[in-house]
C-alpha cells in the first residue's frame, strides 16, 4: 500500500472541507489515517488460502458444523464508511474434512478487510469455502448495520441487512437449509 499517497490524499480533503492540516491536532492525522488503511484494507494483499488447514479427523461426521455470531467489520466501497455486524458459517464436510474453527472468523476477517458490498462479501466468503474445502454444502449468512445508512443519508437508524449465500447441499435441501435456519433462531 502507497501510504504517502494516502497521506497527501487525506490532507488535501483536510484542507477542501476547509480545515486546516497544520493545525496542532491534525498534524498526525494523514499519517493515523493512511496506517488506519493499512489496516482496515490488509484484505486486499491477504491470500485466504493461507488459513486452509485441512484436517481429515472429522472421521465420519457428515452432519451440520455452525459457526455462529463471528464478528465483521468491513467497509462499503461506495461511501468508505463501516458496516458491522456477524457473520454465521455453516457447513456439512464431506468425507472427514474440516478446518480448525477459529479459521472461519480469520477467513472472514480475510474479505471483510476490503472495500466491499455485504452481497459480494457474503458470496466470496461461500464460494471460498465451497471451492476450497469441496463440503456437501455451506451457507453463509451475514447482518450488518451500514453507517452510510444509518449516521448519513437515510439516517435509518437501527436498520439491518441480512444476506445470506448457500451453496450445494444447502442449496438444494430444503430440509437441511430449515435445519440451519431453526439454529439460527429464525435470523
Ligand atoms: N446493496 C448494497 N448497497 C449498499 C451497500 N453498502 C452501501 N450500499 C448502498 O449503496 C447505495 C449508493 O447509492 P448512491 O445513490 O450511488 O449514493 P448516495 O447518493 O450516497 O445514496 P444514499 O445513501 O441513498 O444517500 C446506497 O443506497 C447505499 O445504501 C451494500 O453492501 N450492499
Ligand atoms: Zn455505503
Redesign the pocket.
Known amino acids: 500500500m502507497d501510504m504517502e499517497k494516502i497521506e497527501r490524499a487525506v490532507r488535501d480533503i483536510l484542507e477542501a472541507v476547509g480545515e486546516d492540516p497544520d493545525r496542532e491536532g491534525l498534524q498526525e492525522t494523514p499519517a493515523r489515517v493512511a496506517r488506519m488503511y493499512g489496516e482496515i484494507f490488509s484484505g486486499l494483499g491477504a491470500d485466504p488460502k493461507q488459513h486452509l488447514k485441512i484436517f481429515t479427523e472429522g472421521g465420519k461426521h457428515d452432519e451440520l458444523v455452525l459457526v455462529k455470531d463471528i464478528p465483521l467489520y468491513s467497509v462499503?466501497e461506495?461511501?468508505l464508511l463501516p458496516?458491522i455486524g456477524r457473520a454465521h458459517i455453516a457447513y456439512i464436510p464431506k468425507n472427514g474434512r474440516i478446518i480448525g474453527l477459529s479459521k472461519f472468523a480469520r477467513i472472514v476477517d480475510c474479505f471483510a478487510r476490503r472495500p466491499?458490498?455485504?452481497?459480494r462479501l457474503t458470496g466470496q466468503i461461500a464460494d471460498f469455502l465451497y471451492e476450497n474445502m469441496e463440503p456437501l454444502g455451506v451457507a453463509v449468512f451475514i447482518e450488518a448495520e451500514?453507517l452510510?445508512?444509518t449516521m448519513r443519508?437515510?439516517r435509518a437508524a437501527g436498520a439491518k441487512?441480512q444476506t445470506s449465500a448457500l451453496r450445494g447441499c444447502m442449496r438444494s435441501d430444503a430440509k437441511t437449509r430449515a435445519e440451519v435456519m431453526a439454529l439460527l433462531g429464525g435470523r
Do not use: D, S
Open positions: 462499503c461506495h461511501h458496516f466491499q458490498v455485504q452481497e451500514h452510510c445508512m443519508g437515510a441487512t
